[in-house]
T-cell receptor, first 113, second 116 residues
Framework: AQSVTQLGSHVSVSEGALVLLRCNYS??????LFWYVQYPNQGLQLLLKYTSAATLVKGINGFEAEFKKSETSFHLTKPSAHMSDAAEYFC???????????FGDGTTLTVKP | DTAVSQTPKYLVTQMGNDKSIKCEQN?????MYWYKQDSKKFLKIMFS???????INETVPNRFSPKSPDKAHLNLHINSLELGDSAVYFC???????????????FGPGTRLTVT
């Protein structure tokens, strides 16, 4: 069985501040992990993914995430928030014995000027 | 060059009507999905097809019927629409999610369905 929990349904940061969006997963086998972003009135698009090649994964728009097996976490970070980062962010997990990905409930990121 | 496209983008209809949403992908993927996103942005998988074969059928009312005429198309037909069907419906595609593979999904722009 696989599941994912995103801690904090809403995160608000000031422009230029650190962005940290939390994701914890549960999987009985080694997982693949994904972060997707959804801008207003658009579909989801991939930010980055972990597929066991490297624990620190760099994605688009300056985002990165670190896979920590001991903490079952895959938190998303960005050193300096930009107004254009305001969006909904989804963490997803796929175990290698599962036929589908499971998405978290999403985190709404607000960036204040 | 749109990778995953959906039509229509907006759909407003009355309770009891029947409607369809169409999806097409030009990525050459074998697997396609329908997701429902409610007003709280929760994303829930409804169906998945692999090369025209239904492989995932979540707990969805049988008023919802997917159809895949070929692996590039996955349509969603909804009978006897209810108020609770109002949501944004997303189509997505990927390489097959079987075994030790972690392919990402590509999403369409969504269809906003409003049932009045």
């Amino acid at each position: 069985a696989q599941s994912v929990t995103q801690l904090g349904s809403h995160v608000s940061v000031s422009e230029g501040a650190l962005v940290l969006l939390r994701c914890n997963y549960s999987s009985s086998v080694p997982p693949y992990l994904f972060w997707y972003v959804q801008y207003p009135n658009q579909g989801l698009q991939l930010l980055l993914k972990y597929t066991s090649a490297a624990t620190l994964v760099k994605g688009i728009n300056g985002f990165e995430a670190e896979f920590k097996k001991s903490e079952t976490s895959f938190h998303l970070t960005k050193p300096s928030a930009h107004m254009s980062d305001a969006a909904e962010y989804f963490c997803a997990v796929k175990s290698n014995n599962a036929g589908k990905s499971t998405f978290g409930d999403g985190t709404t990121l607000t960036v204040k000027p | 060059d749109t990778a995953v496209s959906q039509t229509p983008k907006y759909l407003v209809t009355q309770m009891g009507n029947d409607k369809s949403i169409k999806c097409e992908q030009n990525l050459g993927h074998d697997t396609m999905y329908w997701y429902k996103q409610d007003s709280k942005k929760f994303l829930k998988i409804m169906f998945s097809y692999n090369n025209k074969e239904l492989i995932i059928n979540e707990t969805v009312p049988n008023r919802f019927s997917p159809k895949s005429p070929d692996k590039a198309h996955l349509n969603l037909h909804i009978n006897s629409l209810e108020l609770g069907d109002s949501a944004v419906y997303f189509c997505a595609s990927s390489q097959p999610q079987t075994g030790e593979i972690g392919y990402e999904q590509y999403f369409g722009p969504g269809t906003r369905l409003t049932v009045t």
